[in-house]
């Protein structure tokens, strides 16, 4: 096994024995649905073109209490970095 896979397949395993949630390679290459999964909400921030203010992470730190309010429980966040001039249309995920 390469070292790359050893690092991602110990990361893997500190979530998922940090999170409750059952890996079963055996059966499938995923993770299994169950309680502890099944009743998770997740809030996707996503979009490729945002503005050049830097306040998106303190207006959803804003809104915290909102989406808590909403049933969310989790909130997956786009990367903290911005496309240099070369990519096509300047998009905030350096998609080239």
Avoid: C, H
């Avoid at 999964?37 to 490729?48: A, E, K, P």
């Avoid at 989790?74 to 970095?81: C, E, I, S, T």
């Amino acid at each position: 096994m390469s070292k790359t896979k050893k690092v991602s397949a110990g990361l893997l395993a500190t979530v998922v024995a940090t999170s409750g949630l059952t890996y079963a390679p055996e059966r499938a290459q995923a993770f299994t649905a169950g309680e502890k999964l099944d009743n998770r909400v997740i809030f996707q921030s996503f979009s490729l073109f945002q503005p050049y203010e830097s306040n998106m992470y303190r207006t959803l730190a804003k809104k915290g209490d909102l989406l808590n309010t909403w049933g969310v429980t989790d909130v997956w966040l786009p990367p903290a970095y911005r496309s240099f001039d070369m990519a096509r249309y300047l998009e905030g995920y350096a998609i080239a």
